[in-house]
């Protein structure tokens, strides 16, 4: 049972993902620490992104729009659309 021993295989064989039956003793902390640029690079995207989206046309009230949450330009609008209703009422 289990296949029996390992293969032999050339050692001048060069591989970028390690060869034949690597398994790196830090390869854990080493995904922890890219997984962790990852987001970080698209966190600071997704903030960049949000910072410069321009609306020409504004979303209706009341309708689902996702990035209505974090689009800058949208809550200004609505902020100002609430603003007026309560002056109007009042």
């Not at 039956?21 to 854990?28: F, M, V």
């Not at 995207?45 to 689009?71: D, I």
């Amino acid at each position: 049972m289990g296949g029996g021993s390992k293969v032999p295989y050339p050692k001048h064989v060069w591989s970028p993902a390690g060869g034949w039956y690597t398994q790196p003793s830090n390869w854990k902390f080493n995904t922890a620490i890219f997984m962790g640029v990852i987001v970080g690079i698209s966190a600071l995207t997704w903030k960049l992104s949000a910072e410069r989206e321009f609306r020409y046309k504004m979303p209706e009230p009341g309708r689902f729009y996702p990035s209505r949450n974090w689009t800058k330009q949208i809550r200004e609008h609505e902020a100002a659309q609430e603003a007026d209703k309560t002056e109007k009422s009042s």
